[in-house]
């Protein structure tokens, strides 16, 4: 198959390298195309731009651009298996895992939709009789739209849908690895009726097509996820430009397990915290606090759990862990086992390539848990974007809660305790964007989502989340009929 690739409301060819899209569980060649070209980055910015200022587009009403997504909320639905089973072919998640991933991006559009119906102006409380004021929306213009591989479909959806209902147009550049869910999503919105222009997607390399996008003049946001180096860079360039950024960063999210923890509950939710998604989200709850007394018990739980997860084959039922997304990726996640084992860390289960059956052919991890690490070390604050759990006990809140903090991500964070004034007590202590209380890994459209310290900036999600494509007008409207006064 050779996919064509969606510039300016056409599918064609790109004008740019060769790319191949392969399946992570065993290498085989998805689909070939060519990358955008400089060309067509160019192009798909014009139309954009061209496309939010028509009045197609900006003479509709909010509620009229709401049928766009409604209708595409309505298309993902029904096409959910299919979706899901190309979303697994791309990043090599779990059919299951891609089923829900898929299901969120309808849930985003539709959500999207009805912000987009319902967002108010605002009528400042007058301070004058000579005057009122008012205060309007209004779209930003052209955005750039910039994702990573781990969750196609639904992170575009969370750009591309505020975006296009906050009245702008997005040129999407999906990650190198995974663009069939950003294509698929291109089709969709065409079936949908959207206008020509207003949404291209452009795969490619981001050194070349990623920055030739951001640092192209008619660009006015640049709305990102990704790592935090790249976040960094767009910040800087996004400086220069003096537009806006919404930057959804890395993470390395403490999970604590207090004294009176449930400890079923918690220890299946810490292994669903970290080795979900093989561990391959930037909310993973990669570092797990746990309180002295109930170390030996939580990390024989743990061990027990890790076991017995299947990693498999991902459209094999029942498979709780997939492929990584690539070997050079799986290759990276190994040599911090390494490191972890150089450094003296014990290794209580997984930390070894499967080299067998079908798991020979494919990116797979198994689940790892690591234990006697210095906090500093490098396992403890890097990001390893892996199943790789690494576990310190803790004796006291003061003493936790300064480990939990000592590390530059600040994404999200997990308490697990039955004394929910404690768990809000640490929770209102912990600098990160999330917490869950007894939950990990749960999302809700409608609540913002974003990071402290270097995970990001900016907040997705939640009615904020058409805001942040968008800037206000302020109106004032003279009631006076008399010239203006000088004031002496
Ligand atoms: P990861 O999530 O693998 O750590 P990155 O942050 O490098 O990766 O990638 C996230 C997205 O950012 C990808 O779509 C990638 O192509 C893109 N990207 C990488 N470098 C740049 C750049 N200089 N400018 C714009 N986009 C980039």
Redo the contacts with the bound molecule.
């Keep these: 198959m050779t996919l064509k690739i969606f510039v300016a409301g056409e599918w064609r060819e790109g004008r740019g390298d060769p790319m191949v899209s392969r399946f992570p569980a065993d290498g085989s060649i998805n689909a070939e195309l060519n990358a955008a070209g400089l060309d067509d980055v160019e192009e798909a910015i014009a139309a954009a731009d061209a496309a939010w200022r028509a009045p197609a587009w900006r003479d509709r009403m909010p509620h009229e651009r709401a049928e766009v997504l409604y209708r595409v909320s309505d298309l993902i639905r029904e096409r959910l298996d299919e979706l899901a089973a190309l979303q697994t072919r791309d990043n090599g998640k779990p059919l299951a895992e891609a089923r829900g991933l898929v299901a969120s991006a309808a849930g985003t559009a539709r959500y999207f939709a009805a912000a987009c119906e319902t967002l108010e102006g605002e009528l400042p409380t007058q301070r004058n009789v000579d005057f009122m004021t008012l205060s309007q929306y209004e779209p930003l213009g052209v955005i750039a739209a910039?994702?990573?591989?781990?969750s196609p479909i639904a992170s575009e959806m969370q750009k591309v849908a505020p975006a296009l209902a906050g009245g702008n147009a997005v040129v999407l550049?999906?990650?190198?690895a995974t663009p069939l869910m950003a294509l698929k999503l291109a089709e969709l919105f065409e079936e949908a009726g959207l206008p020509k222009g207003l949404l291209s997607v452009l795969p490619?390399?981001?050194?070349v097509?990623?920055?030739a996008?951001?640092r192209h003049p008619k660009v006015r946001k640049i709305s990102?996820?990704?790592?935090t180096?790249?976040?960094r860079?767009?910040a800087h360039?996004a400086a220069d430009k003096l537009i806006g950024t919404s930057l959804e960063l890395?993470g390395k999210s403490p999970t604590i397990i207090c004294e009176d923890a449930d400890l079923e509950q918690a220890t299946k939710g810490v292994a669903y915290g970290i080795f979900s998604s093989a561990g391959q989200a930037c909310i993973a709850g990669s570092r797990l606090f746990i309180h002295r007394r109930r170390y030996d018990e939580v990390m024989a739980r743990l061990e027990t759990i890790a076991r017995e997860l299947r990693v498999g084959h991902p459209e094999t039922p029942g498979v709780h862990l997939g492929p990584l997304i690539s070997e050079a990726?799986r290759d990276g996640v190994a040599a911090y086992v390494e490191r972890a084992r150089e450094e003296g860390g014990r290794i209580r289960c997984g930390g070894v390539i499967p080299s067998e059956g079908e798991l020979a052919a494919g990116s797979f991890y198994p689940p790892t848990l690591i234990e006697g690490l210095p906090h500093d070390s490098a396992v403890c604050q890097e990001e390893i974007?892996g199943p790789v759990l690494v576990a310190l006990p803790y004796d006291d809140e003061d003493e936790l809660v300064g480990l939990a903090n000592d590390n530059v991500y600040g994404l999200a964070a997990g308490i697990w305790s039955a004394d929910y004034r404690r768990a809000l007590r640490l929770a209102g202590r912990l600098e990160a964007g999330t917490v869950w209380i007894n939950t990990y890994k749960k999302f809700s459209i409608s609540t913002p989502f974003g990071g402290y310290k270097e995970s990001g900036l900016g907040r997705e999600k939640g009615r904020q989340g058409i805001q942040a494509y968008m800037q206000q007008k302020s109106l004032y409207l003279g009631l006076d009929h008399e010239p203006i006064a000088w004031s002496d």
């Excluded at 910039?146 to 781990?150: A, L």
Aim: hydrophobic residues 30%; neutral net charge.
């Design positions: 910039i994702t990573p591989w781990n550049k999906p990650a190198e490619g390399r981001g050194s097509i990623g920055e996008l951001v990102f996820t990704g790592g180096s790249t976040g860079h767009l360039v890395g990726h974007f």
